[in-house]
């Protein structure tokens, strides 16, 4: 797709038009870029982690994210993942005016995969495909939103301890010795924290275990496999902490989710 003064040119000629995006063996990374339409991610299998301005959103399957017009973002998808995406011209549907994640019916799925299998934004869509396109988008409006969001901030000091235990989810690091390996006492740090994402450190670092435990559950990893790479002392006591923040297991999580 090209670029024009920084966003990447989805040129719709009809309400809405979706497509089919498959992964290879290789995780797939989209650099930062804008569209002048909204834009819908939906996975099919695998999942999708988007990051935008102050927030990054996991997208497992059965679920999707949806990005308003001229919002920056860039993508990383698992290795081997499916998934579809829906642009729709500004104004359209009154979908969110934020970034957020929607829980997708079976209905409102087989409409977008139906229109992905049509050619893209067919320039001769009959009265019955545009009726067929108003119809997925009333659907799509009454999507209830999720919250598998990461808050994160700008702000140097957080921005280390982000972007450390991001690297390494496994770090167990108390918040005081965060303190003291950047510079701030540990009062002021659990202050800066909340004030900035809105979370205590404590439900921060669990939030983002979560997301990449949604992450590498949909590419494939074993329960065993994640709780290792999250440092927990055991499975059990990672089903525990899974089944408390999103209440149910992991294998039921995923239950129905996949094609």
């Not at 079976?106 to 320039?123: C, F, G, K, N």
């Not at 999720?146 to 989810?169: C, F, I, M, N, Y």
């Not at 690091?173 to 909340?194: K, Q």
């Not at 669990?206 to 997301?211: S, T």
Request: net charge neutral; proline share 6%; hydrophobic share 40%.
């Amino acid at each position: 797709m090209p670029v024009r003064n920084g966003f990447v040119a989805v040129e719709l000629r009809n309400p809405a038009a979706a497509l089919h995006v498959a992964v290879t063996d290789n995780r797939s990374e989209i650099p930062v870029h804008e569209h002048e339409s909204g834009q819908l991610i939906l996975a099919l299998c695998g999942a999708v982690t988007c990051h935008v301005p102050g927030s990054i959103w996991m997208v497992p399957p059965g679920r999707a994210v949806w990005i308003p017009a001229g919002v920056p973002h860039h993508s990383l998808a698992t290795a081997n993942s499916r998934m579809c995406f829906l642009f729709v011209q500004p104004n359209a549907a009154c979908l969110p005016t934020q970034c957020s994640t929607l829980e997708i019916t079976p209905l409102v799925r087989e409409m977008i995969l139906h229109l992905a299998d049509q050619p893209y934004d067919d320039s001769n869509a009959d009265e019955h495909a545009l009726r067929f396109i108003q119809v997925l988008l009333r659907e799509l409006e009454k999507m209830s939103t999720g919250g598998l969001q990461l808050p994160v901030s700008s702000h140097p000091k957080l921005k280390q301890l982000q972007d450390a235990l991001t690297a390494d989810p496994s770090d167990r690091t108390t918040l005081a010795e965060w303190g003291r390996r950047i510079a701030i006492s540990e009062r002021t740090l659990a202050r800066l924290i909340v004030r900035e994402t809105g979370m205590t450190f404590g439900r921060w670092r669990q939030q983002l275990h979560l997301l990449v435990a949604l992450a590498q559950l949909s590419g494939g990893s074993s329960v065993q496999q994640v709780s290792d790479a999250l440092g927990y002392e055991s499975a059990t006591s990672f089903i525990i902490m899974f089944k408390k923040a999103l209440g149910t297991t992991p294998a039921r999580y995923f239950d129905n989710r996949t094609t």
